[in-house]
Every structure is written in C-alpha cells, then in structure tokens.
C-alpha cells in the first residue's frame, strides 16, 4: 500500500509542474501588460515597479524565480492591491470555500449515496424511479440555475431563509450548500445505485442469502462496500467540480470565499492573483484526486495486496 | 427447421440485425423516445430560426421595456423591450452549436488516439495513455476559465478548449472497446483467415465499438452544453451581443426579482434539452446493452 | 421417511414476454446418509427447482405454482422468509458453481466462515474461530491459522471451494445442496473435491443434493439420480438402475455421449505435414519479472491426415500451442515447418497464402462470430478474400457451406445471436473449412457445450475431417474427448510436454506419474472401462 501511496506521489509531481509551467507563461504571454491600465506612470516609477514583480528579468528567470519562491509556499504579491499578497488572499478565501465544500459534500454523498442505495435495492419500482428522476432532474438543473431558482423561492417568495452572506445571520449557509452540492448529490445517486446494483447481482451475495442472513445484513456487510468504491473514487472529480461550482454559487450568493476572488480576480487581470490561486487550487484538487485513488484501492483488498507485496 | 430447399440467399428469411433489435427496444423507451422527438425539434428550430423567429435578434423598444408573457411577446420582454422567445432561439443556436461541435471535436480526437492506442498496442499504447492519464490529472475546468481570461472570450477557442477537455473520456471508451475486442474470438478468426488489418478494423472492430461511441457521444453533448453555460454565466464564455443560454440564464437571475420570467423561460430551454440528451442517452445505453467499461 | 420429500414442485418465471414454466411438476426424495444427483443440461430447471425451495429465487420474477417440499416432515414451500432463513445456512447449506465469485472478495475467509455460525448459534468469538480452524483443515487447508485472516484472491479455485464447503458445513446441516460444484475446475481438482465431498458425507451421515450436467462427475458418488429435460424429470431411481438399465432415451443419449472407446491408430506411416521444433512462446511481465513462459521448448510432429490431441489443465500452455502455430500470438523461438516452410517467419502476402492452408475453430461460439454480421457475411468473407468464390457464385460456395454443416439453407441472412450455441460452432466450422485448409487447430471446440450437443459436434468433425482430408490438432482438458478423437495424443504439463502416445498406449501404460494423476482424475473412469 505504502509503495502504492509512493508510487502515486511521484506521478502527481510532474502533474502539478505541469500546471505550474503552463499557468505561468499562459499569464505572461497574455495580451496586455499588468499596468497598462495605469496611465502615465514616471518610467522611474515603473521600473521600480517592475523590479518588484521581476519583470525586469528574462522570462526563464522570472520562471525559476517563481518555481523558487512556491519552493517556499510564497505565491506572490498582487497586482492590484499592492501591499496585498496572494497568501494573505487564499487565507481569507480559503476557510470560506473550504466550509462551503465540506457541506456540499456532505449533502452529495449522504443523500446522493442513501438514494442510490435505496433506488437499487428495488430496481424499477416507485422505490427506484422517485429517487433516479430527483437525480435526474439535479443533473439537467445546473447550480447557476439552481441557485437563483431557490433563492427566488425560499429567499424571496416564502422568506424563510437569508439570500446572502455567510455566516451573518442563521441559517445563510443552508441554501449554498445545497446549491453547490446537489448535481453532485445527483451523480453520486446514480453511482451508488449502478455500484450497488452490480454488487447485489454477484455470486457472493447469494452465498450471504444462502447463509441465511437476514437482508439488511447481507446489504450492508456484503453489498455495500463493493457498491460504494466507484463512489469514493468519484470524490477526487467531484471535490475539482465542487471548486469550479464555487465560483458561481459564491458569486450568486455573495460569499467572500476564494471563488469569488478568483472570479474577481480574472475580471481584474490581476495576474499574480491569477497565477497564485490557479496553482494552490490545482494543487489541492491533484492531491484530493490522489487521496480518492488511494481510498478506492484500500478498500480493494486485491489491489491492497497487490501493491503491500512487492 | 423448414423442409424447403432454397438457392437463393434472397429467398431465406430475413434476419433481425442488433442494431434493428435496439430500435425495437428503443422504441419501447418512452422517455428516451420523447427525449429524441424533443431534441429533433429543437434543432430544427434552431437551424430555421432566422426566417421562423417572431422578431429580428436585434430589435428593441426601450418604451416597453420588461413585459411578463402576452400574446404580442409569448413569452414576455427583457428590460430592453426584446422578445424573450426570439432571444432564447437565438441562444439556443448557439448554446446547441457549442454542444454538437466540441462534442464532434472530442470525438475526432478521442477515436482516434484511443483507436490508435488500443490497436497497436505496446509501448506506444503506454506512452498514448500516461499521457492522458497526466491530463485527467489537470484541473482544466479552471484552466478554461484561465484560457478564456487570458485570450479574451472567443468562441472559437471556446469549442476548442472544452473539446479537448472531453475528449479524454472518449479517447479511454475508445481504447478498451478496441482492446476488448482485439482479444475476441472473432477477430482472431478474421486474422487467422488472413484479413488486412484495414478491413478487421473497418469490418469486425469499428461496427462492434459503434454502440458505446453513440451512447457517450450523446452524454457528452449535454455535458459541453453546461460547461458552456456555466461559463457564459460567469461572463467568461459567450460575449454579447452573441446570446447563449448560459448568458441569458446570467441576465435572469440578476433581474429574477421582478422580473422571474426572463430567469425561468431561459432555464427551462437548458434544462429540458439538457433532460432529452440524458434521457436517450439511457435509453441508448439499455437499447444497445452498453455496459460501462472497466477503465 | 425421507430427510427432504419434494411432491409435484412446479416453478414458472413470469415476464413480459409471457410465463415461462421452469420446474413442471418433479418429484424426488434425498434420504440421510446419501446423494442424490439430478442431472441435466443447462435450462432444464435443476437449479431453479432447488433454488425455489429455500426462497432464493427472487419472486417476482419467479413464482411458485405448486408442490410441496418436506424437510423433516415440514413444508419449505408454506415457510415465510423469516422461517426459511432460520433454516437456510443452519439445516440446509449451499455451495456453488464458481468459487471464484461466490466468496466476497472485501470479507477475510475466516469472517465469512464464522457468519453463518455467530448468527445462527449463540456462540462465543473465540469459539467460532475454533470451530472454523478446525473444519478449514478437515477440508484439508494447509495452515489455517495464517490463512485465517486472507482474502478469497489469495487462494487458487481448488482452495476456495474448499473454503466454501467448510463455510457450508460449520452448522453441521443436515441436508447439503452442491450446484455444480466442480464445473469451474481442473479436472484433478475436481477429483479431489468430489472424494472431499463424498468423504464428508459419510463421516456426517448427512443428506446431499448434487446438481451436474454431466452423468460421469457423479457415476461414483450418487446414489440416487433424476434426471431432468425442460423441466420435466424424465427418469430417475438408484445409479446402478441409470447407467445399466436407462429406459428413457434422452438418459440414453446423455450416456452415449460420453466417449467411452480409443480410436483406432492410422494405418501405414504418413508424411509429416507440420513440424514444430524448439517452440517457444514466452509473455512479457514488464520490468524486472520473469516472462510467462506459456510454451517452452516444445517440439513435435503432425503427420497428414493425422488427428493429434493435445491435453492439458488451465495454464497448461495448449492452446498457447495452437496459436502459435496459426501466428496470432507471436513466437519467442524455435520453428513451425508447414510442409517444408517455417511459417514463423513469413510476413505480408506470403502469411496470407499460408493462413488460408490452417484454420482454427474456437471455444466459445459466443465470442468467435462477429455479432454484426450475418450468416452468410461471416461464411462469404473467406470465400471472397481467398478467391474461391467470385461475386457471383459466392450465393451457391455459401450455401453449400451451410450444407456441410448442417445448417438450415434458410437461416443464411441471420444473426449469430439468434442461434444455439451448437448452431454457432456450426457456423463457426463453416468459416474454417471455407478456405479448404488442410490444417485446423481445434481449441476446446465442445468444451462450451451442453453434453447431447457436444456429442453433435464432434461426430460431425470427425465426418468433415475424413471429407475434407484434414489434419486437426485438437487442443482439450477432457481426456476422455480427446481419447476418443485423436490418433495420438500429447499431454502437457506447465509449458512443456511430459508425455505422448497413442490413446492406447497412454490409457494402459502411462509413463509419467502426472498422466496417471490426469487418468486417474477422469470423472466415471467406472463407466469407460
């Protein structure tokens, strides 16, 4: 497992420099200086300014002096808000985002896995089709339609809970959960449901019944774990799905969490800010495809072997 | 068994190929029928919209301004006075042009690479598939958004980006379809009779591999429909005065207050297009007894 | 009276395309202390009939239309799921076909082992564990105690059936029902299981259900036998009564069908057609690992007009052979001279000229016809590369194909899926014979097929063999098969040949004890001799 874990590892490296390399000089090459919104700035003025981004330096060594100072967990200074760096950004956003995403997750595989389960333990009946046609309808009702959607009707029309914000005033974090998490409360339903019904089809599970377990114990000992290892290894895409749906929910909703900086941050051309979160998010979304890998495989006790033995 | 004797093939009864029994399992799918009529007619509306669409794209009336639907304007009037119907045709040529050709781009792509890895097999299949391994591995939804900031929004890179994120998946369906088949029985018997590889590729490969292409393809297509969306909704996709769903969705929900038509009639077009591909997207996967892939 | 006393059991399958009756209207009895084997081929209803009566059948589709079913004077049939739970896997346990998918793959064995005793008795962990050591060695597990705590993957399919049977017997049942238990296995491990199996019940003094769809697996076990046709039992009493004294003629034809004599040697001394010197065919493991060596240094000789058989178990390496021979695996080294030519190294038009001589039919008429074409493509698309047939006359080449087969003249625009698995080897034999080789390599041809069918099909390859004045290698784990086919016979052993002979001189005097281990292994080795 160890080297399984190892062997993962190295191969997220090149991965991630990938990302870096790319990140960079699509920034640098993009049309248009950092500055040129800034008119007339005294050349004194922007070289200096220049000097403190390094834009003084060749490209290649502006590159390695980037690869350096992400060496040290240092994203860089913003261009727009001088005095502010990336960091400090990601650490304002960054808690937000996080809490935003561990609820919508909670939403999709609590209610996503239970639905799925229960659709397939019934398949093609009511028991199956009510659960599959919620699942469906998340699926086709995306969060930047959902989202307006049910603040148009539980913010505005019925008034039960607050439209904005988070963390102000109760209950404002209810509705972005369960618009961010839902289309994947949805995929996950339906995951659950093919995993569990292509489990409960094998041979073993007639061993169980053929035990004379009752049903719930041959479900849950023997059905389930076979049935939710797709769904684990859906967690990885699902958590880079979840970032990218964070950008529209906390702009519908208006959360100060990192989506929103870096939707801001795109509008604003604030490269460095660009750069930075680019690279931490993708970052984390290749360590969080690494560690839904890993789970997967540990829950197989074949691939467990496989990879304890040599 | 009947007695007769024939001598012409034309004489024996006719046999009923795969392809006749999944229409005749499809066709027992009402949802997936639905789904196909559904999606058939929009895109006959869409190719027709210029010369069917009640008002021109770019008419406007200030003086009416937002109206809710009535029979001059069916379904009502954005701010600007235009039709909303007229817009969300408009719209939904071209939110279903981004979805057919970055589908068609990912499939191009994906075909072949996988194709080509699969079949020849080796070292060069390893290299093929690390390498996209390493690129499922990107983070590319915000690499779009990235592309889109740093090129400005052009629709053309737009097609291409989203194409060539999708075409992964594609490009892995492709490559164990043809695996799987490269060990079958028949296709040793095709080299065993001394068959060209073009012909066991063209003859006993690619039929054989058609049915998962269809039923992926017709799931890919509403997955692009929503990257495009969610891009337009962000202001990173589509730009005006080209309108998208995706925009028009954007435009309704900051004005849904007071004006909810103009978010919901737009998002019912998305949804109901984004329901039919789905939905006969399933029922071609049940007709043609696709079953996922292990990859 | 009888441990288990089954009265007119009827068991229909409900669908959309109508009512299926499965089971119509058997009756049987096991007694304690013996086996009862029913028999029959595949759809006949055996399984569904023992299936329904402990509620594993799921209803609906299935439903019950009558009977009854006495265990121990109570009827199964009248019990509610609960009551059929109590008993299932406490009075009356199962084991399967494939014990390969029948354990759960998440679960160590000694946890599965352990389930049905903690939840059927009130007993103690540490007692369970006990009990489950000592039965997994009375199964004969090597060192049970680290083994305790494995995977079912880590066990080869011999061991983990045991691991079932253990699992099956740790309430000590009074009634034990064996669905093919040995059908998945290589033929010495299914001469260990069956005496296991037998063993056991004479030492428990328990009552047996064995289901099979061969009469030779149980020739030396069951003491009773039914025999059951489309769901129907059309004979049934004790063994003895069976193999010598069958009435019905499908029990009679299911007794032919087990080849029981040795073909004659050819007569005079051909000429070699086929050469094989030094072959081997190794597989790449990746870096750093030994290669599979499937086939290593094998050499030997087919003569015109010969049938050789080649015999070996799962991972033997013979169908390796075969292929290597026709050039769909590449050769490691060594040379195949066909009639004087080492066809190892041909490439392009001078391969194609020599596949048209050798053909090969294949084990599973499921996989090895294009599911996309019909009939007459499938038969058409030699004719037509090869020049045999033009455009024109390709209609008549295809028809007299079928013809030679035995295939009906009208099903010629069909689909494979639309035929039987004997019709499909039948189309399957067209296409290799389409080319007129002089050369076939039969890979387990029959080994997919349901006995009566099997029997079909092997006459009639012996029959267009002598018409088309073929040699045939015929690749094959079933001894008796093979026996009854081939001129001579190689056995293979891991890669490598251990001995050969006529079937003669191997059935009387084997030389090596790994072919007295295979003969010895033959299910119904009473019956043959």
Known sequence: MWRFIGIRLLQAIPVILVVITVTFFLVRVAPGGPFSAEKAVLPEVKAALEAQYRLDLPL??????????????????????????????????????????????????????????????????????????????????????????????????????????????????????????????????????????????????????????PEWQVVVKHGLRGGLIPVVAFLGPAFAGLLAGSFVVETIFQIPGLGRFYVQAAFNRDYTMILGTTVFLSTLIVLFNLLSDILAAWMNPRLRAQFGEN | MTTEIITDIAEAEQGSSLWHDAWLRLRKNRLALAGGIILVAFSIIALLTPWIAPYAYDAQNLDLGATPPSAQHWLGTDIFGRDLLTQIMYGGRVSL??????????????????????????????????????????????????????????????????????????????????QQLRQQEFVEAAISLGLPPGTIIRRHLIPNALGPIIVYTTLTIPSVMLLEAFLSFLGLGIQPPQTSWGLLISYGAETMEEFPWLLIFPGLALTITLFSLNFLGDGLRDALDVRRSKD | MSLLEVNDLAVSFVTRMGTNRAVDGISFSVDIGKITAIIGESGSGKSVACYSMLGLVPMPPGRIDGGSALFEGQDLLQMSEDQLREIRGRDIAMIFQDPMTCLNPFMTIGKQLMEPLLYHKDVSKQDARARALELLEEVGIRDPETTFDNYPHQFSGGMRQRVMIAMALINEPKLLIADEPTTALDVTIQAQILKLIADLQKNRDIGVIFISHDLAVVADIADQIVVMQQGKIVEGGDSEHIFHHAEHPYTKKLLAAIPADSKAPMPGEPETLIAVRNLCTWFEQGKGKEPVKAVNDVSFDIKRGEVLGLVGESGSGKSTIGRSILRLVPVTSGAVDFDGTDVTGLEGGELKRFRRRMQMIFQDPFASLNPRMTVFDTLAEPLLLHGIENRKSVASGVLKLMDDVGLARNFVRKYPHEFSGGQRQRIAIGR???????????????????????????????????????????????????????????????GEIVEQGTGEELFERPQQDYTRQLLSSIPGRALLE
């Open chain 3, 432 to 494: 290799a014979l389409a080319t007129r080789p002089e050369f076939i390599v039969a890979d387990e041809p029959v080994s997919a097929l349901d006995v009566t069918i099997q029997a079909q099909i092997l006459d009639l390859m012996q029959e267009l063999g002598k018409e088309y004045g073929l040699t045939m290698l015929f690749v094959s784990h079933d001894l008796a098969v093979v026996r009854h086919l081939a001129d001579r016979i190689l056995v293979l052993y891991k």
């Open chain 2, 97 to 178: 042009a981004v979805g057919l050709i970055a589908t068609s781009v990912a499939l191009l792509i994906g075909v072949t690479w996988g194709a080509v890895a699969g079949y020849v097999g080796g070292k060069v299949d390893a290299v093929m598939m690390r390498l996209v391994d390493i690129m499922y591995a990107l983070p590319f939804m915000i690499f779009i958004v990235l592309l889109m900031v740093v090129f400005g929004r052009n629709i053309l890179l737009l097609f291409l980006a989203i194409g060539a994120v999708e075409w992964l998946t594609m490009a892995r369906i492709m490559r164990s379809q043809v």
């Open chain 1, 60 to 213: 290649f060594q502006q590159y390695v002096a980037y690869l350096g100072d992400l060496a040290q967990g240092e994203f860089g200074p913003s261009f727009k808000y001088p005095g502010r760096s990336v960091n400090e950004l990601i650490g304002a956003g960054l808690p937000v985002t996080a809490e935003l995403g561990l609820y919508a997750l909670l939403v999709a595989v609590v209610i996503g896995g239970i639905a799925g389960v229960i659709a397939a333990l019934k398949p093609n009946t009511a028991q199956d089709y009510i659960p599959m046609t919620a699942a469906m309808i998340g699926i086709c009702m995306p969060s930047f339609l959902l989202g307006p959607l049910l603040v148009l009707v539980f913010g505005i029309y019925l008034d039960w809970l607050p439209v904005s914000g988070w963390g102000d005033i109760p209950g404002d974090k209810i509705l972005p959960a369960i618009t961010l998490g839902s289309a994947y409360a949805a995929y996950i339903a339906r995951l659950s449901r093919a995993g569990m019904l292509e489990v409960m089809s094998q041979d073993y599970i007639r061993t169980a019944r053929a035990k004379g377990l």
